[in-house]
């Protein structure tokens, strides 16, 4: 009996959250002039658009105003970091650089710390090469643990890039829908569970 007691709880939490949608916002992270991570970071924003119970926004690194003559929390954007702290979850879209990720990327993640914790994150690769940006998105992975985000096991790969978009920045290639569907409900179940358990589970 107490077990069904729990049970029905359970589904009106589930219910509530329902009604507080997540806030989901996805990172271009690249300050590239003719970047091809904006178009991928569009198309993303865009799909998790669609989702109800879902509110998101395009954060773009390169209108950020952090001063570059330090590092870390001392130099903390308030918007950005208002961002991550209202953030259930974040998307990241990294381009691979030298097979890692770009530096600056790490530059606006190290600005916040306490924000992060207990959020998931899923990060989109995006590469000249064939791999999807992969070599970047392993090194991105244990930077996310430092700073307390939990990885969803999903990525997005969207390799030799400058063939996947038009002039006009449509997808050319519509085999990325279901992989971004597959990506985003992941994505949301990790989200809903972390909201559930930072809100509900105690630290002991
Ligand atoms: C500094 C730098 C290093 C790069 N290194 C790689 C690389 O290691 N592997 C790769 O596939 N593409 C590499 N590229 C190409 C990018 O992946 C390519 O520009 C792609 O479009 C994604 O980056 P973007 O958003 O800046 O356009 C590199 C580009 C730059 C600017």
């Not at 929390?73 to 770009?102: C, Q, T, W």
């Not at 920045?169 to 909201?195: S, Y």
Request: hydrophobic fraction near 45%; glycine fraction near 10%.
């Amino acid at each position: 009996m107490r077990g069904w007691y729990n049970f029905v709880e359970q589904l009106k939490e589930v219910r509530l959250s329902e009604e507080r949608p997540l806030f989901i916002p996805v990172i271009l992270g690249t300050t590239r002039q003719g970047r091809l991570s904006e178009p991928v970071a569009r198309l993303v924003f865009g799909e998790l658009g669609k989702r109800t119970g879902v509110t998101t926004e395009l954060i773009d690194i390169a209108t950020l105003p952090l001063p570059t003559n330090d590092a870390g929390e001392a130099i903390k954007d308030p918007g950005f970091a208002s961002g991550m702290d209202r953030a259930d979850a974040l998307v990241i879209v990294a381009p691979e650089y030298n097979h890692g990720y770009p530096g600056l990327l790490k530059h606006v993640l190290d600005s916040c710390l306490k924000e992060y914790i207990h959020k998931a994150v899923g990060i989109a690769g995006v590469s000249a090469g064939p791999f999807g940006g992969a070599r970047g998105i392993e090194n991105l992975l244990p930077v996310m643990r430092e700073l307390g985000l939990a990885t969803i096991f999903w990525d997005l790969n969207f390799g030799t890039v400058s063939d996947l978009f038009d002039a006009s920045g449509n997808l050319r290639n519509q085999a990325f829908l279901p992989r971004i569907d597959q990506f985003l409900k992941e994505l949301i179940w990790m989200a809903t569970t972390l909201r559930y358990g930072r809100e509900h589970v105690a630290l002991n």
